[in-house]
């Protein structure tokens, strides 16, 4: 099992920047990626950027250039920062531990409780 602890989301205004942290503990060990995941319009969780265990990232092409992920290893945590910052950034988004384990027919996956951030004037 994985836990997941978010940090760091609030309120900003247009143009700014937030640095989101997550920090996973209990079975870290298993985790081969880790990532950021907002929840969209219409409930469709849309992923913003993950990085695997060998640094190699990806961003939705909707925050490339915006938003950096980065990870540090010893300490558990991955995180976001999301400079730039435009209200249409504004969710809730949501830490992912991808420890890549096929279980009942399908991966398992692992979410934080999710955090608000909030773009605006």
């Known amino acids: 099992q994985v836990q997941l602890v978010e940090s760091g989301g609030g309120l900003v205004q247009p143009g700014g920047s937030l640095r989101l942290s997550c920090v996973a503990s209990?079975?870290?060990?298993?985790?081969?990626?880790m990532g950021w995941y907002r929840q969209g319009r219409e409930n469709e969780r849309e992923k913003v950027a993950t990085?695997?265990?060998?640094?190699?990232?990806f961003y939705a092409t909707a925050v490339k250039g915006r938003f950096t992920i980065s990870r540090d290893a010893a300490k558990h945590t991955v995180y976001l920062q999301m400079n730039n910052l435009k209200p249409e950034d504004t969710d809730v988004y949501y830490c992912n531990a991808d420890p890549r384990t096929w279980r009942d027919g399908s991966y398992v996956y692992y979410w934080g409780q999710g955090i608000q951030v909030t773009v605006s004037s």
């Open positions: 990085i695997t265990s060998g640094d190699s990232p």
């Open positions: 209990g079975n870290t060990d298993s985790i081969f990626a």
